[in-house]
């Protein structure tokens, strides 16, 4: 019995290493569930079109629902030597019920099959996704709650700028989430298409009902044209972006809390289930999952790199050289999978050391700021009160001092009209609390922004 779908037009076997070389059945394994479901919809619609006998089709349904039950249960395993899980599964269709089981091709191509398949393999891994990124930023939520009252320094140009408070930082990252749903939910949608019934590249003569198939299989819509049906991944690019974008996003915070967590920082906390140890130094305690999670991003990027490069190479309809496309997407839905718990895990785990954060605010560089807006209340011109600030801040340096340290002829000197007022608002936790401009680090505008993001996950959840 020929294990190949095509031959008729060839003399002779296959060279061996082009059937070692192009085969896909390794990874698309993958796929049998989907294969099935598949090719039990489409039985079951050119038995209702007529287009095959009814009681040929209820054998065809039957044996690939035998065929599921032995391959779920462990009896029939996914080997041999077979071109791909389609070869493979019309192979096991002709044992149970001989030829009759290529009528299962008429009105369909590999092409068409093995895409909608696909679809079918990444719309519930996004299903998954979905809830579990969901969790990730109910994680970043319950941080922000946690640690509510704590300030932290924020940071540009990697050096310290002004305080803000930590369920401000965190509201950071949750805004990055509802932008990385939204683009979950549009990958969704571009995936939650069929595309079978558009055969090789034209479609076909037969009178079929693609939009039956549609229902019978989950799908929203069908395709609208079979060239494009048959050749389109931009679905799997767009999975591929909101993938880079969500660890791109991943991979920053990790970055700060590797920095915070470090010896020379160490205000955030890293509990020892969350960290490894060195095979050489006894006394290390390595943030490797931030680390990792941070690489993923790399990987995933590469993904994204790969399949644009590929398709930007491409003449118009099906090529084999979108066999590529699948082995890296399902690893890099495992990866999501993983990274995604793996990050919810760390937030749910890792804490502020107050008595660390209490030497930082000691740091009142940070209110330089702060004192450039009072004197402007106070009818300078920016221009000159970021000057006069900038040689408070000079002045402080070189003589070994804190702005909180400085003296009233000091002040005197350096800012004639300073007041009793004005240095009242020059206090670390002041300045990240007053700053209650709409999206601000105010307590106010925290409160809101916070209010906001859990109604907007709780809507999520309807």
Not at 104 to 119: E, G
Not at 147 to 156: D, L, N, Q, R, S
Not at 233 to 251: E, K, M
């Amino acid at each position: 019995m020929s294990k190949k779908l095509w031959g008729g037009r060839f003399e002779g076997k296959p060279n061996e290493i082009l059937e070692a070389f192009s085969q896909s059945l390794s990874f698309d394994q993958q796929l049998w569930k989907e294969d099935l479901q598949v090719l039990k919809a489409h039985v079951s619609m050119l038995s209702k079109t007529g287009i095959i006998q009814k009681p040929i089709g209820e054998k065809l349904i039957g044996a690939l629902a035998q065929i599921e039950k032995e391959i779920e249960s462990g009896k029939l395993s996914i080997s041999g030597d077979h071109e791909d899980i389609h070869s493979f599964i019309e192979a096991e269709v002709q044992k149970r019920v001989g030829e009759s089981a290529s009528l299962m091709r008429i009105a369909r191509s590999r092409n068409d099959t093995v895409i909608t398949d696909v679809r079918l393999h990444l719309k519930k891994a996004l299903q998954e996704l979905e809830k579990l990124h969901h969790a990730y930023l109910e994680a970043w939520v319950n941080l922000a709650e946690r640690e509510k009252e704590k300030i932290v320094p924020g940071y540009t140009h990697f050096r310290r700028a002004q305080p803000m408070l930590f369920p401000f930082y965190c509201l950071a990252h949750i805004s990055e989430g509802m932008r990385e749903r939204e683009a979950l939910d549009m990958t969704f949608k571009w995936t939650d298409v069929s595309t079978l019934g558009a055969g090789a590249l034209a479609g076909t003569t037969w009178q079929i009902e693609p939009e039956t198939v549609a229902r019978e299989l989950g799908f929203s819509s069908t395709f609208f044209n079979a060239l494009d049906a048959t050749s389109d991944r931009d679905f799997i690019l767009a999975f591929y972006f909101v993938s880079t974008l969500i660890l791109t996003h991943i991979s920053r915070w990790c970055e700060d809390f590797i920095l915070w967590s470090s010896e020379g920082v160490g205000y955030l906390h890293l509990p020892d289930a969350l960290c490894t140890g060195s095979s050489l130094m006894p006394q290390k305690k390595n943030p490797d999952p931030l680390e990792l999670l941070r690489g993923k991003s790399a990987r995933m990027l590469g993904n994204l790199s790969s399949l644009f490069v590929l398709m930007k190479g491409l003449p118009s309809g099906y090529n084999r050289d979108l066999q590529e496309d699948k082995e890296a997407l399902f690893g890099a839905i495992d990866t999501m999978k993983i990274s995604l718990a793996m990050a919810a895990e760390i937030l749910k785990g890792v804490s502020l050391k107050g008595d660390a954060l209490a030497k930082i605010s000691k740091d009142d560089f940070l209110l330089a700021t702060d004192l450039a807006d009072e004197l402007v209340k106070q009818g300078r011109s920016f221009a000159e009160a970021h000057e006069m600030s900038g040689k408070v801040v000079r002045y402080c340096e070189e003589n070994g001092k804190s702005i909180g340290e400085l003296s009233v002829p000091d002040w005197k000197k350096l800012v004639p009209e300073i007041n009793e007022e004005m240095l009242s608002h020059l206090v670390f936790e002041k300045s990240a609390k007053r700053r209650e401009s709409p999206g601000g680090t105010g307590e106010k505008a925290v409160a809101k922004q916070l209010a906001q993001a859990k109604s907007w996950l709780k809507s999520k959840t309807a």
